[in-house]
């Protein structure tokens, strides 16, 4: 049976979902809970936890600096945060691939949440570095990108355009390097929303429009990118992509 650990300031809170628990995942033992980072640090270490339900909002540390506290290696739990973040912070949670649940919490949200748990059972130490990377530069323009073998900053500058492929994307930058995230273009989507030169342009491409050198119109439409890649565009997003490179 998976043993859980709860740290949250709020004891309501840690009531709150304690209830829940035993409601949706009657299966999951609770053997503590805390109301700081550092406690809940020191009860991870002694009991070795499967499942962490973490505060972000809390006083003197956030919940995100957990990393601080261990190696990457040593985050051999999963983790699914609580919090009141709002929706443009949310952009990192979903990208970075960590779970996340918006208080108030919801039980059939909380029961999904758990299931994903069971079926994963995933130790990503590199998500949650990158988690915390995106979160802490939500409002600037560089991006972690978690890979197999660790995690790749850049800036948006040099990211001309991406292409879809299922739950994949390729990167190409400015230099010529290809780069291949095991996400699909919509978490991509995502994660840029708010830098305006980057604009999807069709289900399978997302450009980078101070690359883009000419649209055609000829066979179905399509932008012409500094490396002389053509890049499709679909029929609806050609006025958002002109605009965009205007």
């Not at 805390?34 to 009991?47: E, M, N, Q, T």
């Not at 983790?79 to 039980?107: E, G, H, M, V, W």
């Not at 999807?200 to 012409?224: E, I, M, P, W």
């Amino acid at each position: 049976m998976p043993n859980v650990i709860i740290i949250d300031d709020e004891q309501k809170a840690r009531l709150l979902l304690r209830a829940m628990l035993t409601d949706c995942a009657p299966d999951l033992t609770v053997v503590a809970d805390c109301d700081d980072l550092p406690s809940g640090v020191k009860a991870i270490r002694k009991l070795k936890p499967d499942l962490v339900f973490l505060d972000i909002e809390m006083p003197n540390y956030s919940g995100l600096e957990l990393m601080d506290f261990f190696d990457p290696a040593e985050i051999d739990f999963s983790i699914i945060f609580t919090t009141a973040y709002s929706q443009y912070a949310l952009q990192a949670f979903r990208f970075s691939a960590i779970d996340y649940l918006l208080k108030p919490l919801n039980i059939n949200l909380l029961s999904e949440a758990v299931e994903r748990f069971r079926s994963k059972r995933e130790r990503d130490s590199q998500s949650l570095m990158a988690l915390k990377f995106n979160l802490e530069q939500s409002k600037s323009k560089r991006i972690a990108l978690p890979q197999s073998n660790g995690i790749r900053f850049i800036e948006s500058t040099d990211f001309m355009y991406a292409k879809g492929d299922g739950a994949y994307t390729e990167l190409f930058l400015r230099t010529g390097e290809k780069l291949l995230i095991s996400r699909n273009l919509k978490f991509l989507e995502t994660l840029v929303e708010g830098i305006d030169t980057l604009i999807r342009c069709h289900k399978s491409y997302l450009v980078n429009a101070s690359f883009v050198t000419s649209y055609v119109r000829q066979d179905g439409g399509y932008v012409v990118m500094t490396d002389r890649t053509e890049v499709s565009v679909s029929p609806d997003k050609v006025e958002a992509v002109l605009r965009a490179c205007a």
